[in-house]
Structure formats: structure tokens, C-alpha cells
């Protein structure tokens, strides 16, 4: 037990806060990691758990509980954070008690106040019992919004099992919008057990309506539409759609790229390429998904600086993707190095 506690410190003993930024061109260039999960073993679910026990490496995974933990606290995340260089990272409040579990606003606010120069977070908002409680619960949304720290709104309709084109739940968008907290959206499919699959609330077209209805209100779309069930494209060419028509639709690329679900990095950099195309680089917003396991947060950016190169992103492009989208839409500034 005393090995293992050891072994669990020392790989998450990373470099400090000096040598932040990441090298593109030889130039240090910032990184912003919008997309980390926080939390509590006990509260994440099953399905978290064995997710996170199953990408541990041994001999750490031999106590899931203990490595978990110290992996989902703000002390193991900035601990990631500094191995892989990245400034600020943005974690995110989780209310889904049937699939992946839940990780409350209140321990959000409190894990980003203990790094208020290295964590911001993203509130949610409970909707399992939203006919009686609707009105309580948009304004539990709205103080925490209103907390230090929390810059925006995290919603997956998969997980949460509500359809995106359901107007009973389009006053979160209203609150988000009057408060300009952008809204993060996981869109295509999940691979967890006990997830909604069907399009309403996996396909991004189904949140078009949502998207014209509140022109303030912006929605960063996550995964790309990814068929993550499948490890396929499913959504992106409607993720591109969405962002070329509208000036309010941001995206974000996680999953697509990692190790797990996309080996060799194609299906990554399709995306990057499509997204290019498309002439909306200026609404890529970078994420990893992390921190999963540990090296996982440094490794996914190495995945991505791969797939932003072979797609043919300049170096301002890449600074765009990394943070500068990032602190425009947020309303931050971009991290000095
Ligand atoms: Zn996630």
C-alpha cells in the first residue's frame, strides 16, 4: 500500500508553473485546456469508474479508488497540467446520476478556488426532475454563474437524457445568454452504458433550433459530433455547417485524437482539415477530455499539436486554436508566459 501511494505520487509530480506554453516553430505559444473532469470517486458513477480504473496503468490501477481520486482533486489536475505546459484548464460541474455520475457546482467553485490563476469551471444544472423543479433549479444555475471563477455552462444530453430540441429546458440557454456564459455541449454519442443514442440527443442539427432562437447565447459544440459508441465522424460535417451559418457556434474537437479512440490520429485530423476548409478555424476552441489517467492531459495536447501540423495550421492559427479563440469567447485574457 505504501509502494503504490509512493509510485501514485512521483508520476504526478510534474514540472512547475515556469515553463509553461508549448513549442511550435520554436516559439512557446500558450494552451488553454477547456475540457477536465473533477470530482469525487464515490460520486462519479460506475461508469466513470471503471472508465477511469480501465486507463490506469499498472500497478497504479491496482487501487482505482485512491489513484482516481487523486487524479479528479485540482491538485493531481494542476499537476497535470504543469507536465504538459498548459496554463489554464477549465473544469466541469457534472449532473448526470443515471450514466456518469455527478460532480456538483459547489465542489467546481470550491476546487477552482483553491488554483483561482490556474482553474476556471463550468457550472451544470440538474434536469431529472425538471417538471417540478425547473424554476429552483435555473436559478441554482444562476448562482453559480455568478460564483468566482465559473465563466460558463456544461450540458450532455446523451448523459442527461434530454432532447436538445426540447424548448422546456431552453431557459438554460436564456440564462447563459443574459449572463454571457458561453454553453458547452457534448454532441454525438457517448460510450458510456445507460446513454440516449438516438439523434434528438446525440446529432448537433437538433440544436439548430436552440442556436437561432438565442443569437447571444454561444454554444460550443464538443466532440465534433463524434460517433464515440462507434469511433466514427458522424456529426462533423453538421458541426461545420452549424459554425459556418451561424457566429454563435464554437467547436471543440476531445475524444477524436486520443489514444482510445482514434489510434493513429486520422480521424482528428480529418476534423482539423474540414474545420479548415471551412474557414471557421477562429471558432476552434482546444480541450482534451482529461485528465483520464496521468500523462494523459500532455499527451492528447502532443496529439493534437500532430494533427493541427499535418492539417496544415500555421503558427497563428495554432495560437488561435490553443488559446486566443479560447480567451475571446470567454472574455479572458490569454495566459502570459
Ligand atoms: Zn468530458
Redesign the pocket.
Known amino acids: 500500500m505504501g509502494q503504490l501511494l509512493i509510485l501514485v505520487a512521483s508520476v504526478t509530480t510534474g514540472c512547475k508553473a515556469d515553463s509553461l506554453g508549448t513549442e511550435i516553430d520554436g516559439e512557446r505559444v500558450p494552451v488553454i485546456d477547456m ?1 477536465l ?1 473533477t470530482g469525487e470517486w464515490d460520486s462519479v458513477g460506475f461508469a466513470s469508474q471503471e472508465f477511469i480504473a480501465g486507463n490506469l496503468p499498472f500497478p497504479i490501477n491496482l487501487n482505482p479508488e485512491k489513484s482516481g481520486n487523486q487524479i479528479l482533486a485540482p491538485e493531481g489536475i494542476v499537476d497535470e497540467l504543469d507536465k504538459a505546459g498548459v496554463s489554464r484548464g477549465v473544469l ?1 460541474a457534472v449532473y448526470a446520476p443515471r450514466t456518469v455520475g455527478v460532480t456538483t457546482n459547489e465542489q467546481v467553485i470550491d476546487n477552482v478556488a483553491q488554483f483561482p490563476d490556474r482553474l476556471w469551471g463550468l457550472a451544470s444544472v440538474r434536469v431529472d426532475r425538471w417538471n417540478d423543479d425547473r424554476e429552483p433549479q435555473l436559478a441554482a444555475l444562476r448562482e453559480a454563474l455568478e460564483s468566482p471563477g465559473i465563466i460558463g455552462v456544461k450540458l ?1 444530453h446523451p448523459h442527461m437524457h434530454f432532447r436538445m430540441d426540447d424548448s422546456a429546458y431552453y431557459g438554460i440557454y436564456e440564462v447563459a445568454g443574459e449572463l454571457a456564459k458561453p454553453v458547452y455541449l ?1 454532441t454525438g454519442t457517448s460510450p458510456f452504458p445507460g446513454t440516449s443514442p438516438e439523434p434528438p440527443y446525440t446529432d448537433p442539427r437538433y440544436l439548430e433550433d436552440a442556436i437561432q432562437s438565442f443569437p447571444e447565447t454561444i454554444f460550443i459544440l ?1 466532440h465534433l459530433g463524434f460517433d464515440a459508441a462507434n469511433k466514427r465522424h458522424a456529426g462533423l460535417a453538421a458541426c461545420v455547417d452549424l459554425a459556418s451559418t451561424y457566429p454563435n457556434v464554437y467547436l471543440e474537437a ?2 477524436l485524437g486520443s489514444k482510445n479512440s482514434d489510434p493513429t490520429g486520422e480521424i482528428l485530423r480529418e476534423g482539423f482539415v474540414a474545420i479548415r476548409e471551412a474557414g471557421v478555424v477562429d471558432r476552434l476552441i482546444y ?1 482534451s ?1 482529461g485528465p483520464q489517467s496521468p500523462g494523459f492531459v500532455n499527451d492528447y495536447l502532443n496529439r493534437t499539436l500532430i494533427a493541427l501540423d499535418s492539417a496544415g495550421y500555421d503558427l497563428n492559427e495554432q495560437r488561435a486554436v490553443l488559446a486566443g479563440n479560447f480567451a475571446r469567447v470567454f472574455g479572458v485574457e490569454v495566459p502570459k508566459l
Do not use: V
Open positions: 475540457h473532469h466541469l450532455a457534448h464538443g476531445s475524444a480541450g477530455d
